[in-house]
């Protein structure tokens, strides 16, 4: 079976690169300017009338053969300091859709414009901008090409301006990007271009230059230039200071303690070293009090991914994160901070001193980064003193490949041997070496990769995997496998399970009719089957569906599954803490799944997902989904649910799980935001409310105030008398204040 592995692993390296995009490039001048622009999204100032603009775009969405409906007209200019940009956008009424004040805004379903800056114009890293007609800005990052949605991320965050003006029939903006605020080459002649647009009253989406359909929506294949009327060779040097305050208290009632006080004092430093590259420092980094993550239904037999929260380890996640897979990834900052109690057997918080994070550019082809975090012990809690380094390097191949090499080092400080308390390595390190492919055009993408890990009392231990997608606007096809040794141990990693060879293979066939009703719909087969070595076949899923788009952008799928489980443990499948399945049998089961999406341009929009069939040795029925009703454009309620019912023979009785979570947003304007944010869950016998007030009093500055409640919620005695049954309450003050030197 490794032979098979290695062989296909130098089959994907091998693929020819020749495949390119031979037709001629959109390109328009970015001119320059000695004149003060104010940003206030009118386009009065003389040097708008004298630029060319790009212009031209062309639909995505309802079909993406013909010009855009509603044009847009692109503007940019410069000085010695700032990028300056002003767009002009056209649609057919003034009937805008704003889903909120909030910055970072969703863009689908509503009204908005992203630009996309690939400085190195290498086709696989981008910033990108975006506003809407309220002026509501976004900002954040492309990684990897765009080829999947995994590389689009919203975490990064920095200063730059934009405001917007409504007119009768268009809407116009101006935005001011400083060069402290990009990495790019010096001197620079050219970066590549996109840009996207959402019009909610032509039903359209639409691009410049241009995206086919089958590819994501912001890929970086597809590029326009855009050329310096004048070399640009200012430099983007700067120094940034972002000091937080952290002040709350917290009490325990379930377990009678006493009331915590506390005070953080803490922040980041930013210095630009060189165009391209940055250095990040962090002392006394918060645990992200003022963030909380999203409950879920939990029916699974391994671990569930909680995504990073804390800001300083968000800036060039993907350069440190994007190795391997989502459940093969060898580095997953949230393990950074978080100790095991030998005592109580949970996870606890450990201080984290401080870091250093380099990262960026050396040159337009390579790529690379160092992170150094150091955290505290706890002797009381059996937790030593940790220091985590990570070190990778990407390197450009070709069009738009890249090879990376990855190290990732878990040391422990002081370690005493004779504590037996302490079970855990003195070290745990990772090595690895990464290829993601794709094709000028993006027809042919993929990745193979070759991990190992080892511990004093461990030998080398292999993970590998292998992705090739084949995408056309009639066609797609995905062949993936896995292979993880029994003995693969990346503590700072994820890694869901070990000791398997899975294959993933799927196949999809596309097609696009020409009427009013249906805008496309595919059919897809897909097989995903894991094998331990020695043992044979453990699990199976094999899904055969329908799906597809309607014109009035709501959408739909439905899917036949048949599923396959060894156990080798006991296991609940209710997740109910009720009586669990035995070991060392297998189950097999049939269901049916379907999911909608209804037009989230409306006022009032949902989404539906029922599960329906059998499930291990019974049945079980269920759905979850969501509703939500906008008060554009101040906010939004929002109730998301998820609802099981079991029947198995090997219970007594019928059992059910219910997750419930409404939400409410509103936002005062586009400096001050409010939330209010419950959730139910029957697993955990849990209520938690979570009331936070946000108000940005400076250009990513923040003061933000949060409360938090927990409370139980299941069977309770009446006797019990542990403050109204709450279980813990707290209420925390940030201030975070960003300073430019």
Excluded at 122 to 139: H, K, Q, S
Excluded at 390 to 396: D, N
Excluded at 482 to 510: C, H, K, M, S, W
Aim: charged letters at 20%.
């Amino acid at each position: 079976m490794r032979f098979w592995i290695v062989m296909f692993s130098i089959i994907l390296v091998w693929q020819s690169q020749a495949q390119t995009n031979n037709s001629q490039k959109k390109s328009f001048i970015v001119g320059t300017t000695t004149d003060k622009i104010e940003i206030d999204g009118v386009l009065s100032e003389a040097i708008w009338s004298k630029l060319t603009s790009a212009k031209d775009f062309v639909q995505y969405f309802p079909s993406d053969s013909i010009p855009a409906k509603a044009q847009t007209e692109i503007y940019m200019c410069t000085d010695k300091n700032s990028l300056y940009i002003g767009v002009k956008c056209y649609a057919e009424g003034n009937d805008w859709v704003v889903s909120s004040l909030r910055r970072d805004y969703r863009a689908g379903g509503n009204d908005n414009i992203t630009f996309l800056f690939d400085t190195f114009d290498d086709g696989t890293n981008a910033l990108y901008f975006g506003i809407n007609p309220e002026g509501v800005r976004r900002e954040g990052t492309i990684s990897n090409g765009g080829n999947t949605f995994q590389d689009f991320s919203t975490s990064w965050d920095n200063k730059w301006k934009g405001e917007a003006q409504k007119y009768d029939g268009y809407y116009t903006a101006e935005l001011e990007i400083p060069f402290s605020t990009l990495r790019y080459p010096n001197p620079s002649k050219k970066w590549g271009f996109s840009s996207y647009r959402f019009d909610t009253q032509s039903n359209e989406i639409s691009t410049y230059p241009g995206v086919p359909r089958n590819q994501i929506l912001f890929t970086l294949a597809y590029p326009a230039e855009m050329i310096w009327e004048e070399e640009l060779t200012t430099k983007s040097s700067v120094v940034s200071l972002i000091p937080f305050i952290s002040s709350g208290i917290n009490k325990d009632y379930e377990d009678a303690t006493p009331t915590d006080n506390f005070f953080e004092l803490g922040g980041d430093a930013k210095i630009a070293l060189t165009p391209g590259l940055n250095l990040d420092l962090t002392v006394n980094p918060d645990f992200s009090q003022v963030e909380v993550d999203e409950q879920i239904t939990n029916l699974d037999r391994f671990e569930i991914f909680f995504p990073e929260r804390r800001q300083f380890f968000l800036e060039n996640a993907d350069l440190f994160g994007q190795f391997g897979f989502s459940n093969i990834n060898p580095f997953f900052s949230r393990r950074i901070g978080v100790g095991e109690d030998v005592l109580t057997e949970e996870l606890v918080q450990n201080r984290i001193y401080g870091g250093l994070r380099l990262s960026g550019k050396l040159d337009p082809n390579t790529r690379i980064g160092v992170l150094n975090m150091q955290t505290a012990s706890s002797l009381t809690q059996g937790i030593p003193a940790i220091n985590f380094g990570v070190a990778v390097a990407q390197r450009k191949i070709g069009a738009r490949s890249n090879i990376g090499l990855i190290a990732v080092n878990k040391q422990t400080v002081d370690f005493d041997e004779n504590l037996d308390t302490l079970d855990i390595n003195r070290y745990n390190r990772m090595v690895g070496i990464d290829y993601n492919y794709a094709t000028r055009d993006n027809t042919w993408s993929g990745k193979t990769f070759v991990h190992g890990t080892f511990s004093p009392d461990m030998a080398m231990a292999i993970a590998q995997g292998s992705t090739l997608n084949y995408n056309t606007r009639k066609y797609g096809a995905l062949w993936k496998h896995e292979y993880v040794d029994e003995d693969y141990n990346a503590e700072v990693g994820f890694i869901r399970r070990t000791d398997y060879f899975r294959i993933n293979p799927v196949a999809e066939l596309r097609y696009y009719p020409q009427n009013d009703f249906l805008n496309n719909h595919n059919y897809r087969v897909e097989a995903d089957i894991f094998w331990r070595p020695g043992f044979g076949k453990t699990d199976h899923l094999y899904s055969a569906g329908w799906g597809g788009e309607l014109t009035q952008r709501s959408n739909f799928g439905f899917n036949l599954n048949h599923n396959y489980v060894y156990l080798f443990d006991p296991f609940d499948p209710t997740g109910t803490d009720s009586e669990e399945l035995e070991a060392d049998q297998d189950f097999s089961w049939t269901s049916f799944t379907a999911n909608y999406q209804s037009d989230r341009r409306q006022i009032f929009s949902w989404s539906l997902n029922p599960y329906i069939g059998e499930y291990f040795n019974g049945w079980r029925y269920g759905t979850g989904g969501s509703f939500t009703v906008r008060y554009q454009p101040r906010g939004s309620f929002s109730l998301n649910y998820a609802v099981n019912f079991f029947d198995m023979p090997h219970l007594d009785g019928s059992r059910e799980t219910f997750l419930i979570s409404p939400r409410i947003d509103y936002t005062f304007s586009k400096s001050l935001f409010t939330s209010l944010f419950v959730q139910y869950n029957s697993q955990d016998d849990n209520t938690n409310i979570n009331a936070r007030i946000q108000w940005r009093f400076a250009p990513v500055s923040d003061l933000i105030l949060v409360y938090t409640d927990n409370y139980l919620t299941g069977d309770v005695d009446p006797q019990d008398r542990f403050a109204f049954n709450v279980r813990t309450r707290s209420i925390v003050l940030k201030v975070t204040y960003w300073l430019n030197l």
